[in-house]
């Protein structure tokens, strides 16, 4: 966010409400059509502005996708901020699962994850799309991974259970679980994936008698 | 195979050969740069045919792109023939874990998986397109979850555990993993996220010597 400000501070607050209709506008049409079927030409006329007025705020195409990405990375992880840095207990994990399906049911399981669509079409075109979405996924990552780090610290965990191994598979679980469940028009693969990783952190959890010993 | 053999029965093997030459080229170039990215002109002087010939195999772009699909499919089962239908054990799995990170590895990690790539960019473009990938999604599954339907029958893994959510988990760990592996360049994420499903299936297992007594 902090960056943001700082690149934007030279547009008023005017100028920033164009250019976030704008990016929201690029960002549905690629959403739906991807980066390759979007034209910035249909991104101003989604958007109700001018040649000039986008060209003001995107100096070209590539400009105006990795805004899309970086709008679609705060989406998703906005979606998800109550969650994000507090997964530290099965019940939190267990509430986020519960959201991340509730939000696939809600979309008719259509359309998949914005993050993990956007990287499949322009991961291989320019090197810095990549670099932004790897970036992305990285801070989506590291909100899962802070709260079994710290299941781990207060002992919750099983002292060999690997923290930072188990978020980079959960995270895996909902990337693929969400393709898999885009393909198959049902919640259930992502269900599956989800609930089977959560069994298996559960599986490494220490029971409470266990716990107030080693402390 | 069979339904393909029927539908190429107007062909001759010089036909066949041609029709190969082009779907292979397109396939090249969609994975590359996407389908919206690929024009047909592009496939046809890739493949070194004339249009006419293109038209002849191929009645428009979407006909060519389910070709595509189709030999996409071919060429990602194909490479785990030897595992697919035969992961009955936790060796198997193993070896096969290492199939497929020796791949991402040998392919510096660019690209992701190409049913995965495509299934981001035309899930939602086609409807035939979707239901294509469905299908060969379903196929994979089905190769990863007949060991495990063995294993559990053989009573090797325990009467709670359930193969067939276990094979979709261990899908979407591929999905996701491959996902996460092309966007940070390293075969980390794949490594994570299968090692993981495939100690979660080992804790699942029953010991050899309660095997014999349940039997």
């Known amino acids: 966010m902090k960056k943001a400000a700082i690149e934007n501070r030279r547009f008023t607050a005017k100028g ?12 549905r049409l690629i959403h739906e059509r991807g980066v390759a079927g979007t034209t910035t030409e249909e991104v101003r006329d989604a958007a109700g502005v001018s040649s000039s007025q986008l060209y003001h705020y995107f100096e070209d195409k590539m400009a105006l996708v990795r805004a899309v990405i970086a709008h679609q990375t705060d989406a998703v992880l906005g979606a998800q901020a109550e969650f994000l840095g507090r997964l530290d207990s099965l019940d939190a994990l267990r509430r986020w699962r519960n959201l991340l399906v509730r939000n696939q049911r809600a979309l008719h399981c259509e359309g998949g994850c914005p993050l993990g669509t956007l990287s499949s079409e322009v991961a291989e075109v320019v090197p810095e799309f990549r670099i932004d979405l790897n970036r992305a996924f990285a801070r989506w990552e590291e ?11 207060r002992g919750e965990l099983r002292r060999d259970a690997d923290p930072d191994r188990l978020a980079t598979a959960l995270l895996a679980a909902v990337q693929g679980g969400l393709l898999l469940t885009q393909i ?19 599986s490494l959890t220490v029971p ?5 010993r080693a402390s």
């Open 16 to 27: 920033l409400a164009t250019r976030d209709r704008i990016v929201e506008a690029a960002a």
């Open 143 to 153: 909100g899962i991974r802070a709260g079994l780090r710290a299941m781990h610290e």
């Open 184 to 202: 198959r028009r049902t919640s259930k693969p992502l269900e599956n994936a989800l609930d089977t990783m959560l069994e298996h952190i559960a």
């Open 208 to 212: 409470m008698r266990q716990r107030r």
